[in-house]
């Protein structure tokens, strides 16, 4: 009796995937169609498996407004995966870490254009950035640091 009930259960389950939700995570990229360097954080996110989509438009400060990210954090492009935003050259491991935490947020943002992020090499030049995290309110946190 308490077995057949099991077995009814079992059955029942909907097929668990057996990938990372985030392994197939598509990232929609808008950017200026002359930004080279955002181009390169493209390629960044591709090498690291995500599915990458691009929209060229001449200014993405009407993107960023849309998604919450507030003007200050501004980087020279604008992503949006699984309804966060992603401003800048954010890693490819902090979006990662952004999709399997899911905290109630805005998105993750480097602003400005730090030499040494994803797609700013510029030889062996690291300056230090911070990869912020933007909650609902427009409140920052240091989501991750980066040394020189
Ligand atoms: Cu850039």
């Given at each position: 009796m308490h077995r057949r009930s099991l077995l009814g259960a079992l059955a029942a389950l909907p097929l668990l995937p057996t990938l990372p939700a985030?392994a197939?995570?598509?990232?929609?990229?808008?950017?200026?169609?002359?930004?080279?360097?955002?181009?390169?954080?493209?390629?960044?996110?591709?090498?690291?498996?995500?599915?990458?989509?691009?929209?060229?438009?001449?200014?993405?400060?009407?993107?960023?407004?849309?998604?919450?990210?507030?003007?200050?954090?501004?980087?020279?492009?604008?992503?949006?995966?699984?309804?966060?935003?992603?401003?800048?050259?954010?890693?490819?491991?902090?979006?990662?870490?952004?999709?399997?935490?899911?905290?109630?947020?805005?998105?993750?943002?480097?602003?400005?254009?730090?030499?040494?992020?994803?797609?700013?090499?510029?030889?062996?030049?690291?300056?230090?950035?911070?990869?912020?995290?933007?909650?609902?309110?427009?409140?920052?946190?240091?989501?991750?640091?980066?040394?020189?």
């Open positions: 985030h197939a995570s598509k990232v929609h990229v808008y950017k200026n169609p002359s930004c080279g360097c955002c181009t390169a954080w493209v390629d960044h996110l591709k090498a690291a498996g995500f599915a990458v989509d691009v929209t060229e438009i001449d200014d993405t400060a009407a993107v960023r407004k849309r998604l919450g990210m507030p003007d200050r954090l501004a980087g020279c492009h604008t992503g949006i995966v699984e309804g966060y935003a992603l401003e800048g050259h954010v890693p490819a491991a902090d979006v990662k870490r952004l999709l399997a935490l899911k905290p109630q947020a805005v998105g993750l943002a480097v602003p400005g254009m730090p030499v040494g992020s994803p797609g700013m090499e510029y030889g062996d030049r690291k300056d230090p950035y911070k990869v912020i995290l933007v909650d609902r309110k427009g409140r920052e946190t240091v989501f991750a640091s980066y040394p020189a």
